[in-house]
């Protein structure tokens, strides 16, 4: 008909999109955070837990105590999970060799993608030996929305990330953190 009402629709047309784009990719709220040492003589954690200082702010620490230092030989496993009946897995499953990420970060695009959120509020941002407790300080939900909104595009539900920490191919620790996105 008229360019008008064409001009009309597509405008519609992209409210209506980022609408939906807003409904599938706005809010995180973490609701757990669980750790567990599968090697004491290796690693333990001195502490892990989420705070809820108040209803807006609410953060994530962690202190890992390292037994056998230094060490150079550090992988990790990151898998998403989604809840539908059960955890499901979803998306990302990807290893990474910690110690070349570390060295060529460029190289790891999704690695980077779930390492940006944490790098600032951790002391892991070096290359490897690691011969210290490794710290993950007041990681607030606040500081995740930033980095996901800029380009999250996944659907609201109930996930979970598992990382796995091996050393010299060993599964020493596991660390499970729970969100939801609304
Ligand atoms: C929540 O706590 C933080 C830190 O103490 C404070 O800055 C903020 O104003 C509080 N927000 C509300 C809504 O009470
Ligand atoms: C990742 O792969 C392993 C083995 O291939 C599988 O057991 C696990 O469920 C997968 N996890 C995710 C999140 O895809
Ligand atoms: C640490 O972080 C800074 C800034 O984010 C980055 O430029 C630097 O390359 C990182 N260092 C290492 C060793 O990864
Ligand atoms: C780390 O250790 C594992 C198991 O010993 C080995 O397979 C792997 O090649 C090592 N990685 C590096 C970069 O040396």
């Known amino acids: 008909m008229c360019v008008m009402c064409s001009t009309l629709n597509v405008l519609v047309y992209l409210l209506v999109i980022s609408h939906f784009v807003v409904e599938i990719a706005c809010r995180v709220e973490f609701t757990n955070v669980k750790c567990n040492s599968l090697d004491k003589e290796f690693s333990d954690f001195e502490y892990c837990y989420l705070k809820s200082v108040n209803r807006t702010y609410k953060y994530a620490s962690l202190k890992v105590n390292l037994f056998q230092v230094p060490v150079t030989n550090v ?26 990420y570390l060295k060529h970060q460029k190289s790891f695009p999704v690695a980077s993608y779930f390492y940006e959120i944490i790098k600032d509020y951790s002391n892991l941002n ?29 659907p609201e539900g109930d996930y979970m990330v598992e990382l796995h920490f091996l050393a010299y191919g060993i599964n020493r620790a596991v660390v499970k953190a729970y969100f939801t996105l609304s």
């Open 75 to 100: 992988s990790t496993k990151l898998g998403l999970y989604k809840r539908f009946s059960g955890y499901k897995p979803f998306l990302y499953n990807l290893t990474v060799d910690a110690c070349k």
């Open 126 to 154: 070096h290359s490897c030996p690691f011969d210290h407790d490794l710290i993950l300080d007041k990681l607030t939900t606040e500081q995740v929305n930033n980095r996901f909104s800029k380009t999250l595009t996944f």
